[in-house]
């Protein structure tokens, strides 16, 4: 819904393959029960990359919706309409269905909004929103005390579960990943252990870490066949297995013989589509405030919102350029 009185604000929209332009649109307008939020950061996730920006559709695809792909946003409430939130106050904000994050105002209900201290670096606030989707898996997964855990894939997902593993008490966390500056910050969140499968016998080197029996717990965070199959064959027997990450393709193969063998415990898990994609957000927040866990750290690069600089952040992410974790745009800045 939008208004007519001429008061306009800037978007970015994917007219092509890999191609961002900016354009001019009408504010949001919002209802009894909604508010305007000004966004004032935005984040990469790499479900944007793996359904939004990465595949070349045909051009009668394109131009996709306003603001998209984009869900990680945060900023200040200007106008309210619920007594849920008020004016001036900073939030996370989960884009609806009309529009993406990529724009500088967003209309929105409490039901999608998670409140954020008045004090902070937006900039690193932003980072609740990945980790509390990964709080939802860890809550899902149960207690890890004293246990092994093997999570595949250390982008900021994967370095997630390695924070969160390691805070509750994990015995090993066995961070895996291809890239070496991954598995560098893995170890700064709290791995116990890295590999490099490109570099060593992930079997092998799993085998010896945990006495021959694999780990207790085993993540998939990176989102590839071959990493799903992979967490399958290195859990121990009746152990667990966390799917978190996203496969490009409906159908994958994997070798379900290991299934029949390991018999594990398998939790597929997806914070976004639990019935309640706020609460694992507000409690991830809560433990940055206490200083429990700081996601924020994961942000290595800040860029601006404009069309240069919102092109060379999804493209960075893509490709893994500059070493990058985590890269966050300032809106208005």
Known sequence: MLTG????????QLVGPKLFEFID????TIKDGE???KLERVSICGSDIRHGYGPRYSQDHYPLTVGRPCHECAGVVVQSR???FHEGQRVIVLPGASMGGLAEYLASNPGRMIALPDHGDLTE???CQPSGTVLYSCQRMGSVLGKSVLIMGQGAIGQSFTMLTAMQGARQVIAVDLLDYRLQWSKDFGATHTINPSKENLADVVREITGGVGPDVTVEAAGYPE????VFRLVRQFGTVVIFGV????IVPVDTRTWMDNQPTIIPTTGARSGDPITHIKNMVALKERGLVDPGRMVTHRLNFDVEDVNKAYQMYEQRLENVLKVVMSVGA
């Open 25 to 28: 649109m009408e504010m949001p």
């Open 5 to 12: 009185d001429g008061k306009g604000m800037k978007a970015a």
């Open 227 to 230: 990493t799903l199959d992979t």
């Open 125 to 127: 606030w932003i980072m």
């Open 247 to 250: 496969q490009g393709g409906d």
């Open 35 to 37: 508010c305007l939020v």
């Open 82 to 84: 619920t007594d849920a």
